[in-house]
């Protein structure tokens, strides 16, 4: 592979991706461990999390070693309490398409 076919394959793949800044009012976790983004009116959009996303729960305070054992509805549960204890706080998704790539703290 030559470099001008690396350099479009990359640029190919960054044409999907997209960074988010939400506040934790837009979030919540679905009973199957996807993420749905709300926007005021709209009845949400759906993602899938990654493994790496997944494992960002700590920015939720939720220690990622519990939060692995736990069965997707109450991943769910958990997670949904979270992030509305936490009412206050901003996150950064960063995505590809429909999956969520980490979930970040804002700042």
Request: with cysteine; hydrophobic share 35%; proline share 2%.
């Amino acid at each position: 592979m030559d470099w001008k076919t690396v350099s479009d394959k990359i640029v190919q793949d960054d044409q999907s991706k997209w960074d988010r800044k939400v506040s934790g009012q837009e979030l919540q976790i679905s009973n199957c461990g996807a993420l749905t983004l709300f926007n005021g009116d709209s009845a949400g959009q759906t993602y899938s999390l990654s493994e790496v996303a997944t494992t960002q729960s700590q920015k939720l305070e939720i220690p990622v070693k519990y939060y692995r054992r736990l069965p997707d509805e109450m991943k769910a549960t958990v997670a949904n309490y979270d992030i509305n204890r936490m009412n206050g706080h901003s996150y950064l998704l960063r995505g590809k398409g429909d999956w969520i790539r980490a979930f970040l703290s804002a700042e």
